[in-house]
């Protein structure tokens, strides 16, 4: 249950500033669940990037502004994505009007009307698209 004060903190922070803290956790979260599964060490993974042990644990301590770059060298090593950027696809209805889908990956999309996918033919309705990309 969070404080009085927290929530006051909270309701004037910049949206912005949320989800950088939310996404930033996020992969934090998710670097130290890989080198769990992977059994290694924050000594282990500073060795694979060349950087020293202080560095990485300032990375995952929520002392460092993670680059893409950097965020592309630790999916290197940990041979995991840990960015996603969901993909738009276009589909061409029957009356010729696009409608456009996001799809995340490994997420279903479910389909509740008729459509015809502009590069392949007529799906009909309650199909289900999987792992679209």
Do not use: C
């Not at 061409?92 to 999309?109: A, C, G, L």
């Amino acid at each position: 249950m969070k404080s009085k004060v927290a929530e006051r903190m909270m309701a004037r922070m910049p949206e912005d500033v949320k989800i950088f803290v939310d996404k930033y956790a996020d992969i934090v979260v998710r670097v130290n669940q890989l080198l769990k599964e992977k059994r290694l060490t924050q000594k282990d993974l500073a060795e694979k990037l060349e950087k020293s042990p202080s560095e990485i644990s300032k990375w995952l301590g929520g002392n460092h502004n993670f680059t893409l770059r950097s965020i592309a060298r630790l999916e290197a090593e940990l041979g995991e994505t840990l960015l996603y950027v969901p993909k738009r696809i276009t589909f061409q209805t029957f009356s010729e009007r696009k409608v456009h889908f996001t799809v995340y990956k490994n997420d279903q999309v479910k389909i509740t009307s008729d459509f015809t996918p502009a590069s392949t033919a007529s799906i009909k309705s309650e199909n289900t698209i999987a792992n679209a990309i």
